[in-house]
């Protein structure tokens, strides 16, 4: 009876010390379907978004309508306000509500013409995902190559974000090494301290039109 009692006290224990190990590794198994659920997202979502971006500037419309169907793809598919306010920086703290306003209505049609002029020569070629990884703790990085008859292939890089909502979006497309985030937070930073906050909005109103 003494030794049955022990053989059932020692099973409990082993039990017991083994309880941690396995929580350990099906917390470990659970992060790493996490991860394999966000990148595979991700890489979905570029792909959609390109697919929208293309028939956008493919469709049997004039000019004009292209671009606004494809500034609209862009809205959709962009955290628009992230990225406005990344490129507009530290110069957001000291302007007033009325330039914070003007900027907030212009950014999003000039931003979307400018990544329409980008994506002139990727619509309609066949994307290819080279990989997709983590990026910080929140974005994954989906780089994909669209290879041309003419010329070698053009890479983008999609840097995309699942927000609090559970909405993937993008924040940054980099096309050919180049994010048009960095180079316009450099360019408008450099751009207010030689000429004001409003000779900014007149210049991006202008570039919008």
């Keep these: 009876m003494f030794m049955s009692r022990f053989r059932i006290l020692a099973a409990l224990i082993a039990a017991s010390a083994a309880t941690p190990a396995i929580a350990q590794e099906a917390g470990a198994t659970a ?3 996490a ?3 966000a990148i595979d997202g991700a890489t979905e979502f570029a792909k959609k978004l390109t697919a929208d971006a293309t028939a956008a500037l493919n469709a049997d419309k ?3 309508e292209q671009l606004e169907d494809f500034r609209q793809v862009l809205a959709d598919g962009m955290a628009l306000d992230v990225i406005g306010k990344f490129m507009i920086s ?3 703290k000291s302007m007033n509500d009325e330039q914070i306003a003007r900027y907030d209505a212009i950014f999003p049609q ?3 013409k400018l990544y329409a002029e980008q994506f002139k020569d990727i619509v309609g070629k066949p994307l290819e995902v080279v990989e997709a990884k983590e990026y910080g703790s929140r974005d994954v990085i989906v780089r994909t190559k669209f290879d041309r008859k003419d010329g070698g292939p053009i890479m983008v890089d999609w840097r995309v974000r699942k927000l ?3 909405e993937r979006k993008a924040i940054d497309i980099i096309v050919q090494g180049v994010s048009i985030m960095l180079v316009k937070r450099e360019e408008f930073s450099s751009f207010v301290a030689a000429n004001g906050v409003d000779a900014l909005m007149d210049r991006l109103e202008s570039e919008a039109a």
Excluded: N, Q
């Design 31 to 33: 992060e790493a379907e």
């Design 35 to 37: 991860e394999v659920s």
């Design 62 to 64: 004039p000019e004009a």
């Design 90 to 92: 530290e110069t957001r």
């Design 110 to 112: 000039y931003l979307t």
């Design 164 to 166: 609090k909502s559970g």
